[in-house]
Structures are given as C-alpha cells and as structure tokens.
C-alpha cells in the first residue's frame, strides 16, 4: 500500500490493540506521519514514515512549549528505568528540535502491508499503555487539557 493510505490505517490499528481506557484519543494524518493525543495536541503519539533514513519513528512527541517540554522531558528521564523496562532499551528519551523532546525509537522500515502495520500499531499502543499514565502524572498544572470523551 502507499504511505498515506498505510498512515491513515494506523489510529484505527492502534485504536483496535488499546483498552478500552484509553481508545478515545485523537488522531490526524499527514504526507509522512499519523499523529494521536489525548487531551492537548502538541503532546502525541505519533508514526513517522522517514524514507531517507529508511525508518519509521514511532514514540510520544513534546511539541508544546519549550518550559513545558522541558519539565515533561525531566519527568520521562527521572522514570527512564520504568521505560525501559516496560518498552525496552530501543527507546530512546532526548530533547529535540525546536525546543521538542521525545521518547522514541526507529523501526526498520518494511513492504507498507498488513503485516507490518499490526508490528506498528502494537508498537504504539505499548508505547501509549507505557507512557500515558507518566505522562498525566507529570503533566503540569498550567497546561491545557481537553480529553475527548471514551468512545464505545
């Protein structure tokens, strides 16, 4: 399948690996990336197709503020062990462009099919399972939250 249509199947992929709790997120497709929050958008999930560097990077993004990504980047690192216990040592915490941060890891990029979707999709719902509970634990006061309602 091409890149776009194989971006567009991930939510509904990852939605369908999820429990329940946390089925209801957000999601929207571009070019090269489908991206999927909860309650603030400049806080996601997201798959990243980087064909030059033969990869799609999944993991959670911080693209918020930059005194916000910083004190969820703090947040992350201080659980660092958890992570990778829990998502194994491929996952990577670390500042980023423009302020960002993320935890991240690359996957070797595959034939765009089934199979290789359900590899993707399992991999970002471990990540969100993982890392959405630190996450709302960490998440400061001051930052704007807007959770869509649990979808049925």
Not at 3 to 11: I, M
Not at 72 to 91: C, M, P
């Amino acid at each position: 399948m091409q890149a776009r249509d194989f971006l567009r199947r991930v939510p509904a992929a990852v939605r369908s690996t999820l429990p329940a709790e946390l089925s209801s997120f957000r999601a929207s497709e571009g070019f090269s990336m489908s991206q999927m929050w909860y309650g603030n958008r400049a806080l996601h999930y997201e798959a990243w197709i980087r064909s030059r560097l033969n990869v799609i990077e999944l993991g959670l993004h911080f693209e918020a503020d930059p005194l916000t990504n910083a004190r969820l980047l703090a947040a992350f690192q201080a659980q660092r062990r958890t992570v990778e216990r829990a998502l194994g040592a491929e996952a990577r915490i670390e500042p980023w462009d423009k302020g960002w941060a993320r935890v991240w890891e690359p996957i070797a990029l595959q034939t765009l099919d089934g199979d290789f979707l359900s590899r993707v999709a399992s991999r970002i719902a471990a990540y969100v399972s993982v890392l959405e509970p630190v996450l709302r634990d960490a998440l400061p006061a001051d930052v704007a939250w807007d959770e869509p309602k649990t979808r049925r």
